[in-house]
């Protein structure tokens, strides 16, 4: 098992650096390098150095809004994919995102707005309320179908992954650029 290791805001060791993994699948536990605490919420996605594997889009997702908070907290989706953004709570929000990949507004609602969004370009899409300044949420866009997040046990599971050389990103909402972390890798299969 491999480790990726974060200290206060940014990921330090990004793990098989550049070295050949003999396996389909990949387990891996992701440590806060100073409180040694696991930690969720860690994106850990594989992109084939030859270009040719592009994701499909995925079933539409949900990000709710439950408790004055975004739950999921972070949503990792495909190019292409449709969220909805229902509203669980009693009160109304005002959702919004000002980041390149998809800048949009929901104004004040209650309930379900019209309809999901479409996001159809990568990157990392932070949402806010403007109503509720502390709700913070993230929607990260990939362009391969070969990713995991961590759990709240900081451990996530990549399976059925073909043999060939990938660059492996990692990253996590609280790197400080917002952008991954990535390390070259290279997958033989299993003997």
């Given at each position: 098992?491999k480790?990726?290791?974060?200290?206060?805001?940014?990921?330090?060791?990004?793990?098989?650096?550049?070295?050949t993994?003999?396996?389909?699948?990949?387990?891996?536990?992701?440590?806060?390098?100073?409180?040694?605490?696991?930690?969720?919420?860690?994106i850990?996605?594989?992109?084939?150095?030859?270009g040719?594997?592009k994701?499909?889009?995925?079933?539409?997702?949900?990000?709710?809004?439950v408790?004055?908070t975004?739950v999921?907290?972070?949503?990792?989706?495909?190019?292409?994919t449709?969220?909805?953004?229902?509203?669980?709570?009693?009160?109304r929000?005002?959702?919004?995102?000002?980041?390149?990949?998809k800048?949009f507004e929901?104004?004040?609602?209650?309930?379900?707005?019209?309809?999901?969004?479409?996001?159809?370009?990568t990157?990392?899409?932070?949402?806010?309320?403007?109503?509720h300044?502390?709700?913070?949420?993230y929607?990260?866009?990939?362009?391969?179908?070969?990713?995991?997040?961590?759990?709240?046990?900081?451990?996530?599971?990549?399976q059925?992954?073909?043999a060939?050389?990938?660059?492996?990103?990692?990253?996590h909402?609280r790197?400080?650029?917002?952008?991954?972390?990535v390390?070259?890798?290279?997958?033989?299969?299993?003997?």
């Amino acid at each position: 098992m491999k480790h990726i290791k974060l200290n206060g805001l940014l990921l330090l060791t990004l793990l098989c650096c550049g070295q050949t993994v003999w396996a389909a699948s990949m387990n891996i536990t992701v440590y806060d390098e100073v409180s040694g605490q696991a930690l969720p919420y860690v994106i850990v996605s594989l992109h084939d150095t030859s270009g040719q594997q592009k994701a499909s889009a995925m079933p539409l997702q949900v990000m709710d809004q439950v408790g004055k908070t975004f739950v999921p907290h972070v949503l990792p989706i495909t190019v292409g994919t449709s969220v909805s953004f229902p509203n669980s709570d009693d009160i109304r929000h005002h959702l919004y995102s000002f980041d390149k990949p998809k800048p949009f507004e929901l104004p004040l609602y209650e309930g379900t707005p019209t309809g999901p969004i479409l996001f159809d370009k990568t990157g990392v899409v932070r949402l806010g309320c403007n109503i509720h300044d502390w709700m913070r949420g993230y929607i990260y866009i990939l362009d391969t179908p070969l990713f995991a997040m961590s759990n709240a046990d900081g451990q996530l599971t990549m399976q059925n992954i073909p043999a060939g050389d990938y660059y492996m990103e990692a990253w996590h909402p609280r790197i400080k650029t917002r952008k991954p972390l990535v390390s070259k890798l290279r997958l033989s299969k299993v003997r």
